[in-house]
DNA sequence: GGTTTCAAGTGAAACGGTATCGGGTGAGCC
DNA sequence: GGCTCACCCGATACCGTTTCACTTGAAACC
C-alpha cells in the first residue's frame, strides 16, 4: 500500500557554483533580527497561545469539558441566551464547529436549544444551571493554573499584556461584545 | 487609562428580539467581569492569533505558501541547515507535521534535504536560492500586512506587546533559540 | 406571490496530533 | 573484538478535529 506517495522529483540541480554556505543563501533575509520580521508577531502568538491552551485544557480535563466547549459556556454565561450565529462570531470558530460543540453542551446537559419567539429559524443556546455549576467549577480549578502562567512576570505586567492583547484583537474599539 | 477592557457592559438594554435573560441561572460564575477570568487570557491569545494569522496568511496567499511552510523556512533562514529534530523544537510543532511540511518544501524546489557527515541516520533541512528568495518577497510582502496590524496601537506598544509575549511563552527565559 | 437573503444543519475533504515502525548509533556485555 | 541492547532520528499509518461546499427551511424584500 501506500504507493500514493509522489514520486521523488527532487532536482536538486539548481546548485550551481558548487557548494553554497547556508549562511550566503539567505543573505538579504537573514539580515533582519528574528524581533523585526513581520511574522515574529503572529509566531510570537502562536506559542503564547499554545502555552496557555495546554495550560488551560489540563486544568479542564479532570472536569469532563475541552477549551471549545468552554469557550461557548463562558460566552453564553456573559450574555446569556445566544443565537447560534452570534456564537459564531463570539467565539471565531466556523458555523460547524459551533454546531458539534452545542451537541455536545446538548448531550451533557450542560445548555439547551431553545426556539427563538420572533424568528423560527434561529435557535438560541442557553446554559442550564448545570452547565453553570460546571462553569463555576471550571473557574476555581483553573484559577491557580491561570495565575502559575504569569507568575513569572513582573507585577502589573500580566493585566498589561491582556490589556494590549485586547486592544491588538479587537481594533474597532470594541472588544468582543457585538 | 484609555478604554479598558470593558468589564461589565452587560446588554441589559440591547435586547434583539431574542434574548431571554438568563436570570438566576447563573449568578455565580456571571459575578465575574470578563477581564478577571482565567480564561480570559487564553482566549484573548486564541483571538489576536486568529487575526493575526488572517491577516498574514492573507499576504502569503499570493506567493502560494501558507503559514506551517513560512514558519520553517524562516528558521531554515535563520540558522542555517538544521536537521529536522531541531525543526520540531524551534517550531513547536510535531514530527509529522515538519516532515510533511518538509516534504511540500521539496516538492517546490524551496528546501532540500541533505545527508549530516557525522550521522547517518540524521536529514539536514536546507533552503535553497529559490527558497530564500520567496522568503525575502514574503518579507516584502507581508511587511505592510505587519504594520497595519499594529497600526492603531501607540508608540512603541507593539513591541511591548512583543516583548511581553517572549518572556510570557519563554518562562525558562531561553528564547527560540535551543 | 416570487425572488433573494439568512440561519441551521449535513457530508466530504484537509489539517494536526498520536502511536507505531524501521533504520542507525553508541554503550555495555560476553 | 564481536555482539546485543537500549536509545535516537526519521518516516509511516491511523484517528480526531477542523474546515469547506452543499442542502433545507424560513424570513425579508420587491
Known amino acids: 500500500m501506500a504507493a500514493d506517495v509522489p ?3 527532487t532536482p536538486a540541480g539548481t546548485t550551481p557554483a558548487g557548494t553554497v554556505p547556508a549562511g550566503a543563501v539567505a543573505a538579504r533575509a ?6 523585526s520580521s513581520p511574522f515574529a508577531l503572529g509566531l510570537l502568538l502562536r506559542q503564547a ?7 488551560m485544557s489540563e486544568a479542564l480535563r479532570p472536569l469532563g469539558v ?4 468552554f469557550a461557548v459556556l463562558i460566552v453564553l454565561v456573559e450574555r446569556g441566551a445566544t443565537v447560534q450565529r452570534d456564537l459564531v462570531a463570539a467565539t471565531g470558530s466556523d458555523k460547524a464547529g459551533i454546531m458539534r ?14 426556539a427563538v419567539p420572533g424568528d423560527r429559524r434561529a435557535r438560541a443556546v442557553e446554559i442550564t444551571p448545570r452547565g453553570a455549576e460546571l462553569v463555576d467549577a471550571a473557574h476555581a480549578a483553573a ?3 491561570a495565575e502559575h502562567l504569569v507568575a513569572h512576570l513582573g507585577p502589573g505586567e500580566a493585566e498589561q499584556l491582556g490589556e494590549l492583547l485586547t486592544r491588538f484583537s479587537y481594533p474597532d474599539g470594541g472588544g468582543p461584545e457585538g
Request: net charge neutral.
Open 30 to 35: 537573514a539580515d533582519r533580527p528574528a524581533g
Open 49 to 55: 497561545h499554545w502555552r496557555a491552551a495546554s495550560v
Open 101 to 114: 460543540v452545542v451537541d455536545d453542551l446538548e448531550r451533557r446537559g450542560l445548555a439547551v436549544r431553545k
Open 7 to 9: 514520486p521523488d522529483t
Open 143 to 145: 484559577e491557580p493554573q
Open 66 to 69: 475541552e477549551l471549545r466547549h
